[in-house]
């Protein structure tokens, strides 16, 4: 059975740091590219982040500079290491592997008090 499982959501203050991690089985991770999305109530789900099989990296422009995403196929987890956070980054962050299916973990919830 496929699964990817999120961990590292929680309570923050604006200004501070939190790292996600996504632990996938049951594929091929390192064929897979790894993202992380992100849906506040009444918004669309977004892509914040997305690492191909090849290494490269792309962001949303609202997190450039400030967010980092990385893979350890090794392990088969995809991080997400957020600084500088602030209030407009709450959200339930999602973890998405893709090649030819789609898969998504259950999510994990990311406050950001100012």
């Known amino acids: 059975q496929v699964q990817l499982v999120e961990s590292g959501g929680g309570l923050v203050q604006a200004g501070g740091s939190l790292r996600l991690s996504c632990s996938g089985s049951?594929?091929?991770?390192?064929?897979?590219?790894m993202a992380w999305y992100r849906q506040a109530p009444g918004n669309e789900r977004e892509l914040v982040a997305r690492?191909?099989?090849?290494?490269?990296?792309n962001y949303a422009d609202s997190v450039k500079g400030r967010f980092t995403i990385s893979r350890d196929n090794a392990k088969n987890t995809v991080f997400l290491q957020m600084n500088s956070l602030e209030p407009e980054d709450t959200g339930v962050y999602y973890c998405?592997?893709?090649?030819?299916?789609?898969?998504w973990g259950q999510g994990t919830r990311v406050t950001v008090s100012s």
């Open positions: 998405n592997a893709k090649f030819r299916q789609e898969y």
């Open positions: 690492t191909t099989s090849g290494g490269s990296t």
């Open positions: 049951g594929f091929i991770f390192s064929i897979y590219a």
